[in-house]
């Protein structure tokens, strides 16, 4: 059965609206995790963004002003008062949450926090707002279909049926009284009836279970804001896809406390590690101990396994709670019928970080699946951190930990890259690549399974690592794509990251609608996540390694002059080809120059760029060459380029270039072709740590990844947002057919919000609606049709309607054709010249994508689009721009109009605003947005957005 998220992190963080009565203690203990997540340096998946009391002078209104909240009252008496009513009138608690709706409009919550409010809300409130309530008492306990402590006296209830014990119960809020689907249910402790005064013992049971109350809205809120409540099509609760009709309970504060105070530590810089199934007869973990001890470990290490045999010369003891010291770091090696009691030692003796190498989980099926939900609640109940399963391991070469806690035979070199993989295997093959490309390493982490931790976390992890300054990342999957974001983003600003994303397929997007939704497939909106933080994507494995590599040597270049110097006219086409195609400039140095290094050149060389030190060219030649150019001051960067000449020695010539290359001020690649003759040369660059590569389009293609995918959008992701648009946008996007799609007029009325230009519209129900408009002609008629899509291609479109008697037949003839139409769209019809389109698609994990291009019926045909994520600002739009093909036509190509980019851009701008603030569009296609040659005018003509 289908499910909804309560909230999906991919749309940002969930903010919370506290509604209160009194002192609010409940959403200040959100609050408080709130600040302790972040003073951790993670970013809290809920925001407080606002209080709303029924009592003006309500405690709550201090804490609010000192803690600088937003806050909004309204006298619940006094309006009820003012209204000549009781307190009890719900028609007027309905006007006095009408008014209260306006006040916490501007908030822009997307939840309530009812905090120890204690009036009724009614339908005005809840069907703008989730809402979360907290009950002081057990409010699973039932009697046939009756919550028999539910009410204002939960506690009283509870002690007059002597009821062993208590805990609070968090619930939906509805318009019955404790009656929404339950939630979470705090920690239960007994009730101590031998207090006698029943008055002193209310009061006692009172104070502990609204401390439980206030731990409970916050442990909610949280849960619901890390996307692990849903509900299904019968308005049940799940979580994490599991029904739970009795609400999750808490056995303990202590247990499954939120992932961002957990440590990870005990992965990069562990003081102790035990490794769990490793045995003297050999295997991964008797592979993984000799690995420890031959990458020299700096702490203690153990092993635990049946026999208590040592392995490799390290003790061995028989279970965890033996050990004599409580590991930093363990690692499990065991079958995978063996890690669930495995993972459980290691959390009752406190271990706190896992690498879990066993396979036979999720990957497997079904069974193994499930296997791993175990494993996993395990980990949470004990406040672990896992790594796999089904992983290669971790290490570390930083000279104060030494860690090699991998399976894999070669023994990496160290260096200056972390690499981040989701396949051992991958992984494995990179590190037996490693010396023949030159790479060593800082840190490795395989991530398995990703079943607890993910490349998010890592990159967090990595990002203030001195020892390391290029990222390499294998992924197959993005959990929370906008987590990935901003880490990535913000890891970007210290470090170079490439990354290899595996399943390119689209086949996806076959069951998208809408002309957008069937162009931007995922890994579009992979690409454009990629780049809007700043990072580096590659088609394949030996791209990632050489990328990797050269990042390792050189620094990121701005700038597109690229200056050449080889020994062959081939490889000298075949590098300026591809740089020419990849943008680079191939400027000539001055002609003063040119002559100096003429004359100390062999005659029949060539000066220009390339420059073409000839076959015979010695050593000398090509070092004095690139010291020419690298001096010159009009390179951004250079490349070498050498194919092996008989009679040079290619070591030679990287001896004599060596120095050289490491004295200049810019960037330099080398290519030295061929497996063997070229191999001196580029075993010489490797000694002194010099970037080079054997193919001359790799060479050009590196070289345009470390340029121009090295800057960074500047875009802030946390763009603020209008929450009074947004609430009008709201009621827009919930009118809507069963399909999904709204009514043109609401799409076009959703535009005008967001001051869209659209060409002047109307909408008519029938014929007799006619006598009103107020268009000139001509006009153009679509017919509004829930099962019409596409218009134009199913005949719903009537053109160049010149006046009001081919208008009437225009309409009567959409009428006759199209059985059960909603009405007739009727538009101004514009002067078109060039057509774009502008769109979005939401992408599952990833979030938002926009798209703009080439419109009009061949924009599928053409598919001449670029794509970025959301939010855009002027400059990226502009660059969106530039990219298309058809950007020439708003230069004025060939003696056509030159049109303003500033107006289009500030179009798509707005329209960047639209999809950031309405998290629910799944498809919007404006298509085309036309340029109205008299209006002089960018303008909307057709719109379909699905929500």
């Known amino acids: 059965m289908n499910s909804k998220l309560l909230h999906d992190p991919v749309n940002g963080r969930l903010r919370v609206i506290g509604f209160v009565s009194g002192s609010g203690n409940t959403l200040w203990k959100a609050l408080e995790l709130e600040r302790e997540i972040t003073a951790k340096g993670e970013e809290c998946p809920f925001e407080i963004v606002g209080v709303f009391s029924s009592r003006p002078d309500a405690k709550a209104r201090i804490t609010a002003e000192a803690e600088g909240i937003p806050y909004a009252s309204l006298d619940i008496k006094e309006f009820h008062k003012k209204h000549d009513a009781p307190i ?43 809402a979360v309530n907290v009950h002081p008492a057990d409010l699973s306990v039932m009697e046939g279909n009756e919550r028999i402590f539910a009410g204002a006296n939960g506690v009283g209830d509870t002690i007059s049926h002597k009821y062993p014990d208590i805990c609070s119960s968090s619930h939906i809020a509805t318009n019955e009284v404790d009656g929404g689907p339950l939630l979470m249910l705090s920690p ?131 279970s965890v709670e033996e050990l004599e010291e409580t590991p930093d770091l363990a690692i499990i090696t065991t079958p995978s019928s063996g890690v669930e009691s495995a993972v459980e030692e290691c959390g009752k003796k406190g271990t706190k970080s896992i690498v879990c190498i066993s396979a036979g989980f999720k990957e497997t099926g079904e ?105 390499m990342l294998y992924l197959e999957t993005i959990p929370n794509g906008l987590r990935f974001l901003k880490v990535l983003k913000e890891t970007c600003k210290s470090k170079s990251v490439v990354v290899l994303k595996s399943g390119r397929s689209e086949a996806g997007a076959l069951a998208a609608t809408s002309h957008t939704g069937s162009i931007a497939g995922s890994d579009s909106a992979v690409d454009a996540l990629i780049e809007k933080a700043g990072a580096i994507r590659v088609d394949s494995l030996e791209m990632l390694y050489m990328t990797a590599m050269a990042l390792s040597k050189l620094e990121r270049f701005n700038g597109k002059k690229i200056g050449v110097v080889t020994n062959a006219g081939g490889p000298g086409i075949l590098i300026t080809d591809r740089l020419a195609k990849n943008g680079f400039q191939l400027p000539v140095m001055s002609d003063e120059t040119r002559s100096l290094l003429a004359e100390k050149l062999y005659p029949e060389a ?7 030190v000839i ?50 001020e810019i960037p330099v690649l080398s290519c030295f072709i061929g497996p063997s003759l070229g191999k001196p040369a580029r075993d010489v660059l490797n000694r002194h740590d010099l970037p080079v590569v054997e193919y001359p389009e790799m060479a050009a293609d590196i ?90 291609d199913e005949g719903g479109v009537i053109l160049n309607i010149k006046n009001m008697e081919d208008l009437k037949n225009a309409v009567k003839n959409l009428s006759e054709k199209f059985a059960g139409l909603e009405g007739i769209f009727l538009q101004e019809q514009a002067n078109i010249g060039m057509e774009m389109i502008v769109g979005a698609k939401f992408e599952p994990t990833v979030g938002h994508i926009c798209l703009l291009g080439a419109g009009g019926v061949a924009v599928e045909l053409y598919k001449d689009v670029s794509m970025k994520i959301p939010p855009l600002e002027d400059m990226e739009v502009k660059e969106m721009l530039q990219n298309l093909k058809s950007y020439k036509l708003f230069t004025g190509f060939r003696g056509s109009e030159s049109l303003p980019e500033d107006q289009f851009i500030d179009l798509v701008v707005k329209f960047s605003d639209l999809i950031m603030e309405n998290s629910q569009i799944a498809e919007m296609d404006i298509n085309p947005v036309a340029w109205d040659s008299i209006k002089k005018q960018f303008v909307a003509l057709d719109c379909r957005i699905k929500a």
């Open 88 to 130: 009890s009138d719900m028609e007027v608690r309905a006007l006095f949450d009408t008014e209260v709706a306006k006040l916490i409009e501007p908030f822009g919550a997307d939840i309530i926090l009812l905090a120890g409010y204690v009036w009724a809300t009614t339908n005005v409130i809840l069907d703008k707002y989730k």
């Open 188 to 318: 239960s402790f007994e009730i101590d009836y031998e207090i006698g005064d029943e008055e002193i013992l209310k009061r006692t049971v009172l104070k502990e279970v609204n401390n439980q109350s206030r731990h409970l809205g916050a442990r909610t809120i949280y849960e619901i804001a890390m996307g692990n409540f849903s509900l299904d099509e019968q308005g049940k609760v799940n979580y994490k896809n599991n029904p739970v009709p009795r609400g999750v309970k808490i056995n303990s504060w202590e247990e499954n406390k939120p992932v961002q105070l957990r440590t990870l530590d005990g992965f990069l810089n562990p003081k102790s590690v035990v490794v769990i199934g490793a045995s003297a007869k050999g295997g991964i973990g008797n592979a993984l101990i000799k690995n420890i001890n031959r990458f020299g470990f700096k702490g203690n290490t153990y092993v635990v396994n049946r026999s208590g045999d040592p392995v490799d010369g390290v003790p061995a003891y028989t």
């Open 367 to 471: 069974e193994g699946e499930k296997a791993e939900l175990r494993v996993k609640e395990i980990v949470d109940r004990y406040n672990m951190r896992l790594l796999g399963p089904n992983g290669m391991g971790i290490l570390n070469t930083d000279p104060d930990v030494n860690l090699n806690a991998t399976m894999l035979y070669h023994l990496p070199r160290k260096g200056n890259i972390a690499l981040v993989t989701q396949s051992g295997a991958i992984g494995a093959a990179l590190l037996d690549y490693a010396d023949e490309f030159n790479l060593g390493f800082s840190k490795i982490a395989s991530l398995g399974n990703l079943m607890d931790i993910d490349a998010s976390d890592l990159m967090g992890e990595l990002k203030d690592d001195p020892q390391t300054s290029v990222i």
């Open 606 to 612: 060539a000066t220009g760029n390339p420059i073409d």
């Open 615 to 664: 076959a015979a060219g010695p050593p000398e030649h090509y070092a004095l060459s690139l010291e020419m150019m690298g001096q010159s001051g009009l390179y951004d960067a250079l490349a070498l380029v050498c194919v092996p000449p008989a009679t040079i020695d290619t070591g030679e010539v990287a001896e004599a270039c060596a120095p050289v290359i490491s004295k200049l």
């Open 703 to 792: 070289l345009k990844l470390v340029n121009d995918k090295g800057e960074q959008s500047s875009t802030d992701l946390n763009k603020k947002i209008d929450y009074v648009r947004k609430t009008k946008a709201n009621l827009l996007l919930n009118e809507k057919y069963s399909s999904g799609y709204l009514k043109t007029e609401n799409a076009m009325e959703l535009l005008e919000l967001y001051e869209i230009p659209v060409a002047k519209w109307t909408f008519i129900r029938d014929e007799e609606d006619l006598e009103d408009i107020k268009l000139s002609f001509p006009i153009v008629a679509k017919v509004e049709h829930e099962k019409v899509i596409h218009k134009s």
